[in-house]
């Protein structure tokens, strides 16, 4: 018989093993045990991972009661939790913004994975999983927005241009969402072709479910290299989509000359071989010598959320 699991705590420690998992991991332009950038290193990453549990547990559990009908889809929250993990997330580390993105990915995912079934082994089936996601990044309200605006207020990210429609850098957009009644949902439709945090939600997470998992899982089978498998998902992830981050921060044709050294990296065979070990390695040198313009942040985002399925499908390292 399997014994009994506390839900909600199970599904927020499966999203921090994600968070560890991805920083623990070499990949490219981004922080990790061995490199950081300044004022920003892996320790940060780790109270943040750290920080933001609580908040994972408090929506797993909004989201039994919303399967067990005591709670509105629409009253989930989901802009308050991410508010209150960027706050937490300050108080434990002064590293700066760490987790916005993945934060902005995950709580989601922690709503609906409440409100889904466990199987043998605990284990989340991916296509309920990904059902019920739609289902609470749809239903969110012009509360959500106003509340992931403060939440981008108080983390403080990098690469934030100005918007002719409901800026977040605009104090007014806020009383704009209220008085028209704006849901976060529609705020990220207009974020889409800009940023790939946005894209994922509107477009039920299709990069982290239909491309970067079904490929960190084949490779995970085929190799038997954790390491392996997250630095070339990053990879191919970064190759088939320039980082939205990197083309905010310095222009998209900057971005796309990226991705050309990502599938050049893994065109070459990647950490298999000695050439494309190289072009990893140069790789890591460009994005790290531009003031921290390169970092491909949004793309380790999305890997961060690709671990997060694998670890409520039942993966352990």
């Known amino acids: 018989m399997m014994p009994t699991i506390d839900k909600a705590k199970y599904t927020s420690q499966c999203l921090q093993l994600a968070i560890l998992l991805e920083v623990s991991t070499n990949k490219p332009g ?4 061995n490199l950081g950038f300044e004022g920003t290193r892996a320790e940060h990453f780790l109270a943040s991972a750290v920080a933001v ?3 994972f547990e408090e929506g797993t559990k909004r989201g039994i009661r919303i ?3 005591k709670l509105s889809v629409s009253k989930a929250g989901i802009g308050e939790i991410i508010k209150v993990c960027v706050t937490d997330i300050n108080t434990w580390q002064n590293g700066g913004n760490t987790l ?4 902005m990915l995950f709580v989601p995912i922690a709503v609906a994975a409440g409100m889904s079934n466990t199987k043998k082994g605990h284990t989340f089936d991916i296509v309920e999983l990904r059902r019920n996601l739609k289902t609470v990044v749809e239903a969110t309200t012009s509360q959500d927005a106003v509340d992931l605006y403060e939440a981008v207020d108080i983390a403080k990210p990098g690469g934030l241009n100005t918007s002719t429609e409901l800026d977040v850098n ?26 790939d945090i946005c894209f994922e939600w509107v477009n039920n997470y299709s990069i982290t479910f239909t ?9 995970l089978k085929t190799k038997g290299d954790l390491n392996q498998a997250i630095v070339h998902t990053f990879l191919k992830v970064l190759a088939d989509h320039p980082d939205t981050l990197i083309a905010r921060k310095v222009g998209k044709q900057k971005a796309q000359e990226i991705s050309q ?4 990296a893994l065109k ?3 950490l298999e071989t000695p050439a494309g070990r190289k072009a990893i390695n140069a790789l890591d040198h460009k994005l790290r010598s531009a003031d921290n313009r390169l970092n491909p942040g949004t793309t380790a985002d999305i890997i961060a959320a690709t671990l997060a399925l694998c670890t409520l499908n039942g993966f352990r390292p």
């Open 170 to 195: 605009d104090p007014k957009s806020k009383q704009q969402l209220l008085k028209e009644d704006i849901p976060l949902f529609k705020v990220f439709q207009i974020g889409a072709p800009y940023d």
């Open 100 to 103: 916005l993105g993945t934060v």
């Open 261 to 264: 050294d990502a599938q050049k």
């Open 67 to 69: 399967a067990n009908k």
């Open 211 to 219: 491309e970067a998992f079904p490929y960190l899982m084949q490779v």
């Open 268 to 270: 070459h065979g990647g």
């Open 30 to 33: 981004n922080v990790n045990f």
């Open 53 to 55: 549990t609580p908040s």
